[in-house]
Each structure stands twice: as structure tokens, then as C-alpha cells.
């Protein structure tokens, strides 16, 4: 159990708002970040405007009352709220919440989806290695912003690299990451990382992927033999060695001659800039 954290003096515009207290008060308050929806403060001690609006914002959404004290006391129902934190036990993250929620941020798997530069460069790569005789499915393209959040969250909290108690907002998403102790937090994350398959990344998936934008591509890619590949200055490579899949060096020079260029360490990802 987490001891009560207590204030010895009046927080809140034009009181004696201690640096210790205020401190408090903003360590308690960073826990409400997604119920109460504003971002992470300052732990700075310094009662300013922003750590006044996320008391009034936790006073109306997290209390829902609708008229939010300015001041809070010692001891005070104020005080009694932030140090009980309710969980959004509806939306808690792991297996469920993925087959739950992640239809509403699905990722395409349609080259129609890409932006249309990288979509023709895209095109010509995957003409010229199915005309060699390779296989390629694409298991992705485009990706909405919110998934790629979501992605971004897990990976983090599954690492123990972001508090569960207080995970940056992810807006319009509704995601408790805070299963009541660090390991079983963790363990949901896990459970969601893998869904995504990123559990074994050695990075965050970036919130700003390239998918967002539609400027990358994953796609697996099998062959047989040897294979003759028409490269994007028309030139024929035959590439004879090395893994006959994505992760063959070679056809990622030929991959790179179309303007698609690969992120060694994610197999099935092509880009724009490599990233
Ligand atoms: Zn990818």
C-alpha cells in the first residue's frame, strides 16, 4: 500500500502554497492525467496556472463537481480524491482492450493508402520482385496517429520506461494502463505488445511512424533459388546469397535504387527514408 500523502498547509491562488505541498499536490494530480485530460506537470513546486487548471480540471471531471475550489485544505475532500485514485477499470489495457478497441484504429493493409509518391515507388519494387518470382504480401500501410500512440504506450509500460499511474494522454483514447501494481501493469502491456508485435523491439515505436503519413510499408517477402531482380535503373541483379527474404542486404540495395529503403531492425518494414 502507497501511504496517504498528506499537505501541512492551503495550496491553491493566494494561499501559502508551500513548495513541499504544492509539490504534493502535483505528484497526486499526475496520476489524473487521462481521467482529467491535460498533460503532465512540472513536479516544480510552484503553484502557476497550469497546475491550477488541472486541479479545477480534476475537481470537475475526476470529483465531478461543477464548482471546483480554488483552494484546498489539509485533510480536505480535495485532498482525500487525489490520494484515492479511481481507475477507469472499463477500459484496462491488455488482450481485451486490443479485441475490443483496435477496430477503431485499424491499420490498412491497402498500397492505395500510401501517400502517392512513395505509393508508385512502392508499386514499381513490388512489380519488379513478383516479376522475379518472389512473393510479397503487405501486412501494412497506413496507420492512424492513435494507434501508433497506443503502440508507442505499451511498449514503454511493458519496459517499465513509463509509469502506469501516470502514461502521457493519448487524446480520444481510453486507456487504463494502471492494473493496480507495477507487474501486473506490466504484464497487460506485454499482452497488448505482443498483439501489435512489437514485443521484441529493441526501441519505442515511434508515435510518429511513417505509417501515419503513409510513407512505409510492411510487407513480407519469400523466394526460391536464385533471383533475378530488375533493379530501379533497369538493371538486372541476380542475388544468389543470403536469406531469401526481407532481410536479404542485398534487396535492400535494390529496394533502395525504387526509393524504398528498409529499417534493418524491424523485418518487415520499408519507408520512405529508411526509418
Ligand atoms: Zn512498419
Not at 492525467?33 to 479545477?56: H, I, V, Y
Not at 517499465?160 to 487504463?176: F, H
Amino acid at each position: 500500500m502507497v501511504a496517504l500523502k498528506k499537505i501541512s498547509g492551503k495550496v491553491g491562488r493566494g494561499a501559502s502554497n508551500n513548495a513541499s505541498d504544492v509539490k504534493t499536490v502535483q505528484t497526486l494530480l499526475n496520476r489524473f492525467t487521462s481521467q482529467a485530460g491535460f498533460s503532465k506537470l512540472k513536479q516544480d513546486g510552484l503553484f502557476g496556472p497550469r497546475t491550477e487548471a488541472a486541479l479545477q480540471a480534476f475537481q470537475r471531471k475526476v470529483m465531478k463537481t461543477s464548482s471546483p475550489k480554488k483552494v484546498i485544505e489539509p485533510g480536505g475532500d480535495v485532498l482525500k480524491h487525489l490520494n484515492a485514485r479511481v481507475r477507469d477499470l472499463k477500459n484496462l489495457s491488455g488482450r481485451k482492450w486490443f479485441d475490443n478497441n483496435q477496430r477503431n484504429y485499424p491499420t490498412s493493409r491497402s498500397l492505395s493508402d500510401l501517400e502517392s509518391g512513395f505509393q508508385r515507388k512502392v508499386r514499381s519494387f513490388k512489380a519488379a520482385l513478383e516479376y522475379a518470382g518472389a512473393t510479397v504480401t503487405i501486412t501494412a500501410t497506413r496507420r492512424p496517429k492513435k494507434r501508433a500512440e497506443v503502440m508507442n504506450r505499451a511498449w514503454l509500460v511493458m519496459k517499465g520506461q513509463a509509469d502506469p499511474t501516470c502514461v502521457t494522454p493519448i487524446p480520444g483514447v481510453a486507456i487504463e494502463w494502471d492494473h493496480g501494481n507495477k507487474d501486473r501493469s506490466k504484464a497487460a502491456a506485454l499482452e497488448l505488445a505482443k498483439r501489435f508485435g512489437i514485443q521484441s523491439r529493441s526501441q519505442a515505436p515511434s508515435p510518429n511512424s511513417r505509417h501515419v503519413t503513409g510513407h512505409a510499408v510492411d510487407m513480407k517477402i519469400r523466394w526460391s533459388g536464385d533471383l533475378p531482380i530488375i533493379d530501379g535503373k533497369g538493371k538486372v541483379v541476380i542475388i544468389k546469397s543470403g536469406s531469401r527474404d526481407g532481410t536479404n542486404r542485398e534487396l535492400h540495395k535494390i529496394g533502395a535504387s525504387y526509393g524504398v529503403r528498409k529499417l534493418v531492425n524491424d523485418e518487415p518494414h520499408w519507408s520512405s527514408d529508411g526509418k
